[in-house]
Structure formats: structure tokens, C-alpha cells
């Protein structure tokens, strides 16, 4: 009996447009998805990696958020990635049987690849290749749900696409012809650039309006304690925020099951209310173009008084997770700011020497369980204590008149003693530090007063 091989289609030939020029679609990978799509996914592993667990664990994971159906796997090792198809010639033949045996639609790379290498790999396997910076945008594409995180992946998916515009579009033979065009005219994949290019700049102009909104909203919080919760893609932090305030966050056993920042009251004994915000996960080979798009959402964890690492100690990976968290922290500048490790998910470790493990190498780590509660006492000490640890105690003299900075001291730190004398109140008091805006302000004005005032 002979089998016949299931007719392959080329990559969809969608339209998108951005205004009234017709552009060729830029989002294949997620317009294009079809329903159960079958795909394969594949690693090239150097000397340098070392990954614990199953190599392709997490970008099964992916696979799977992103609506596909995962029906085979191909590891590679080798000293460095082929110039011309990534992975050695052996294992393209290799690739291409598995593709036909399982009769699949798609290939996954866990690794980036040049425009180049995936075009040679469509052409010698017949089959849509994409690579991890591709997939990953396909899910934000598919998650954001917010204004902000639509803009924010839409410039992400151009700035990637712009190199790959020959691979992509599908109209390049055609020329422009028309009044003021004639003659050979102007290539389709020029007026394409010039349309995309355009789009770009508009799409950083409107980001840059929202960064500068957030900043002024969290910088508007000065007089209230905040606390961010950072941390690999699905390590927790939404059931944690949850387990915490009581919030009602959309918490999912997936990836990036949360795009956008949510920030909730957190009460603390003995502490009082702060604002506690969940940010986008982070994931190893972040696409750096998503880190500079995201980073108006971001700003929660750049203002933030006191980072919340939370990390996955069930998983296997939770080393290199946690390096991949401090890699981004450092790519947008808050690497040096305060900072909790959380182990959460204690009551799925398999055993008591793998926690061990994690804490003998971060022994000041908190161990917690956001599903059963536990531990989480302990958590919100540690939290008070972290942000006891920024306070200030000092003096200043009042005037009886200035109501609005005696009731802001009053509010905002602890009054140890007060003198009252006939033009003026002393307070001795232990303040915050975040919390010194209006006392500056104050002190400013009463400076510039005296200069105003004629000499006696």
C-alpha cells in the first residue's frame, strides 16, 4: 500500500493595513496558526549550555500555550550553529523524516535563527520554520489584551520582522506603477519598508506618551509603600498576589498567562498598606526588542521600594531560571535594587535535598507555598523588615500654620516626641524615606520665603 504525502502550503498570504496602504501582514506566525497545527520542536545544544531537566521542556511549554500540538522532538549537539541551515546536514535529512513521518506543520527552534537559515530550512524540509523570538511574540500577540501591551507587541513584531521581509511577504515582484512612478518604478518591498519603518516611529512616539503617563501615575504613589512581584513565566506570582490580597488576578498553570501589570493593597501587620504590583514573566532569551517595548509596563519594578523574586522551586531548571530573572533585572537597570528571593511552590518539590539545595546556594531565600498558604506569614515579616530598613529618623521644626505637612507626618511616619513652643513645633519622628518629598518641599518653600521677606 502506498501513502500518499498530504499536499504542504506555503506560508499564509494575509493583508494587514495601516491606514489606506495595503501591507502584507507582519504577524504570520499568529494570524497564520491553524487549528490543531501539529509542529515539531528542535535545540541545537553547544559546549557552553549545560541546561538540567529536559532541554526541551520549556519550549514544549510554549508550543502549547501558542495553540499547537506537539508531536516530535529533535535534539542537536554540536561546537557551533551551520551558517547556512543551523543545524548539521545530517540533521536536516533527519528533521525532514520526522516531519514526514509525523506529518507535522510546523518546526520550532528553541534557538534564534538568521533570515537566511530559516529560508534554507523551509526549502530543504518544505515546511514553516520558526524560531523562538518568532514564538514568543506569536503568544504576547495572542495575550495582550490592553492598549498598552497591543502597542508594545506590535512594535516588538515589526522591528523583528523588518529583516525578514523576503521570507515574509509575498508581493515582492511587483512594481509600483502610476502617475510620477514610471518607468521601472520604486521595488514593493521598498514602499513596504518605507510603510513599516513609519509604523515604527509611530508606534514608539505613542509608547513613549504611555511611559511618560505611568511614570507620572507610580511616581504619583511617593507617599506609599510598593512592592513588586517579578520572576520567570509561570513561577506563581499571580497566585501569590492573590494568596496575598485577596485579589481575584487571572492565575493559569501557562506561560505568560499574565501581560499586563496589575497592582492590588497588600496589608502588612504591624507594617500597614503598600501596593503591591504583578508584572509580565520574564523567560529565559527574553527577545530584547520585547524588554525595550514592555518597558512602560515595566516601570512598576523600576519605582518599585522592594522587589518580590518569585521563583519555581519544583522546576528542575530553577538555577538557570533564576540567572535568566537577574540577566533582565540587569538589562533594565534595577539589578542593585532591593530584593527578596521567594521559592514558591514548595509543596510540589519532589524532595526535601533538592530545597536544600536551592538554599545552600540562596540562603536567604524565603521557601513559601502561594497555593496552601504556607509560609506566607513569614513573607509578609520579611517584607516589613525590608522596608523598615529604609527609614529615617529625624527632626523638623513646623509652623503651627503648616497643617499640610504636620498631618503628612503624622500619616506617613512614626511621631516619637514633639516640642510646642510659641512659633514653632519640633517633631522628632521616623519617617520613610520614599515618604520625604513633602518635608523637602516644605523646608524649599519656607527657604524662599526668607529670601522674599524685607530685611527688618
Same mark, same amino acid.
Given at each position: 500500500m502506498i501513502e500518499t504525502e498530504r499536499p504542504r502550503t506555503n506560508p499564509p498570504q494575509l493583508k494587514h493595513r495601516y491606514g489606506d496602504s495595503p501591507l502584507t501582514v507582519l504577524d504570520e506566525t499568529s494570524l497564520g496558526r491553524v487549528e490543531n497545527e501539529r509542529s515539531v520542536i528542535?535545540? @541545537?545544544?553547544?559546549p557552553s549550555q549545560s541546561p538540567e531537566g529536559d532541554p526541551l521542556e520549556e519550549l514544549?511549554?510554549? *508550543?502549547?500555550?501558542a495553540g499547537t500540538q506537539v508531536v516530535g522532538q529533535l535534539i542537536q549537539r554540536r561546537e557551533k550553529p551551520d551558517s547556512k541551515t543551523f543545524i548539521g546536514k545530517g540533521k536536516v535529512e533527519e528533521l525532514l523524516a520526522l516531519v514526514e513521518e509525523r506529518d507535522a506543520d510546523l518546526v520550532i527552534f528553541d534557538n534564534d535563527l538568521s533570515p537566511g537559515q530559516v529560508r534554507n530550512l523551509e526549502m530543504a524540509i518544505d515546511t514553516k520554520v520558526i524560531d523562538r523570538t518568532e514564538l514568543i511574540l506569536d503568544i504576547f500577540a495572542a495575550g495582550a489584551r490592553t492598549y498598552e501591551a497591543r502597542l508594545a507587541v506590535e512594535l516588538a513584531q515589526l522591528e523583528y520582522s523588518l529583516p525578514r521581509l523576503k521570507r515574509m511577504w509575498t508581493h515582492l515582484s511587483r512594481q509600483s506603477m502610476g502617475v510620477g512612478m514610471r518607468g521601472p518604478g520604486e521595488k514593493q518591498l521598498e514602499v513596504d519598508r518605507r510603510l513599516a519603518l513609519k509604523r515604527i516611529h509611530d508606534l514608539k512616539s505613542e509608547l513613549g506618551k504611555v511611559e511618560r503617563r505611568r511614570e507620572r501615575q507610580v511616581a504619583a504613589r511617593d507617599d506609599t509603600a510598593t512592592v513588586s512581584l517579578v520572576g520567570y513565566t509561570n513561577a506563581g506570582k499571580s497566585t501569590l498576589m492573590n494568596a496575598l490580597t485577596s485579589a481575584d488576578v487571572l492565575a493559569q498553570d501557562k506561560l505568560f498567562a499574565t501581560l499586563d501589570t496589575r497592582t492590588r493593597r497588600w496589608h502588612i501587620n504591624h507594617w500597614g498598606d503598600v501596593l503591591l504590583s504583578d508584572t509580565v514573566g520574564f523567560i529565559r532569551d527574553l527577545p530584547h526588542g520585547l524588554v525595550a517595548s514592555f518597558k512602560a509596563t515595566l516601570e512598576e519594578a523600576r519605582q518599585a521600594d522592594l522587589l518580590l523574586h518569585v521563583a519555581d522551586a519544583s522546576n528542575s531548571q530553577v538555577f538557570e531560571q533564576i540567572a535568566a530573572v537577574y540577566k533582565v533585572l540587569e538589562e533594565i537597570e534595577i539589578e542593585q535594587k532591593n530584593t527578596l528571593l521567594v521559592l514558591n511552590k514548595i509543596d510540589q518539590v519532589e524532595s526535601p535535598e533538592m530545597l536544600k539545595r536551592i538554599l545552600d546556594r540562596y540562603p536567604n531565600a524565603i521557601p513559601v507555598s502561594a497555593k496552601t498558604g504556607v509560609a506566607l506569614p513569614d513573607l509578609s515579616d520579611a517584607v516589613g523588615q525590608a522596608l523598615g530598613s529604609a527609614f529615617l529618623d529625624i527632626e523638623v521644626d513646623v509652623a503651627?500654620? #503648616?497643617?499640610?505637612?504636620? *498631618?503628612? @507626618? *503624622?500619616? #506617613?511616619?512614626?511621631?516619637?516626641?514633639?516640642?510646642?513652643?510659641?512659633?514653632?513645633?519640633?517633631?522628632?519622628?521616623?519617617?520613610?524615606?520614599? *515618604?520625604?518629598?513633602?518635608?523637602?518641599?516644605?523646608?524649599?518653600?519656607?527657604r524662599q520665603a526668607e529670601k522674599t521677606m524685607p530685611p527688618s
Open positions: 528542535a535545540r @541545537l545544544i553547544q514544549e511549554g510554549l *508550543a502549547v500555550t503651627p500654620s #503648616n497643617g499640610k505637612l504636620l *498631618a503628612h @507626618l *503624622a500619616a #506617613n511616619g512614626e511621631v516619637l516626641s514633639q516640642v510646642v513652643e510659641e512659633d514653632r513645633i519640633t517633631i522628632h519622628v521616623r519617617i520613610p524615606a520614599r *515618604a520625604m518629598g513633602e518635608v523637602k518641599r516644605s523646608a524649599m518653600e519656607i
